[in-house]
């Protein structure tokens, strides 16, 4: 039965646990995001009305909400537009080893990723370097964003 509560003091409290299962799936655009990053291609939308090319691809356009498709593809290689070191994990843990995240804009697109950096030297990477993906093997990927290992600099 409800029970109205009017005064926030009298809420109760009951510790316990409710066990709960979920199963990620990333849609229509992201299954073939994923499909295609398995073969090593960044899979793209262009929206004709406003010019804009998003990676990865969309199924609408945020700006004008027209329908777009998988139309091309973008990069591989990158420039790096900013990145941050974290030492705290997603659940709060601190992390064994700092990880450093970069934005990634890939030739061709005009949005950008969010991904490791990976094989940085000291002093380690600066905005506007040039990146390109560290891909797993082929025989390794399995259609995630972790068939990267990350981005890493192209030295010239
Ligand atoms: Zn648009």
Known sequence: MFEKISDPKDVR???????LEH???PGVAGE?????????EFLASRCER???????????????LGELDADMTVGPRGRLESFTVVYVGVEGE????????GLIRLEGADTVLLHDLVGFD????????????????????TGSMLDLRGFRPIHP
Do not use: Q
């Not at 073939?32 to 090593?40: I, P, R």
């Open 23 to 25: 199963r990620y799936t």
């Open 32 to 40: 073939a995001f994923f499909a295609s990053l398995m073969k090593g």
């Open 94 to 101: 601190p992390l064994d080893e700092p990880r450093t995240l």
């Open 122 to 141: 000291d002093p380690g990477p600066e905005i506007g370097d040039e990146v390109e993906p560290d891909f797993h093997p082929r025989n390794r990927r």
């Open 13 to 19: 409290l009951v510790e316990g646990h409710i066990p």
């Open 50 to 64: 406003c010019g804009v090319v998003y990676c990865p691809n969309r199924i609408f356009c945020e700006r004008c």
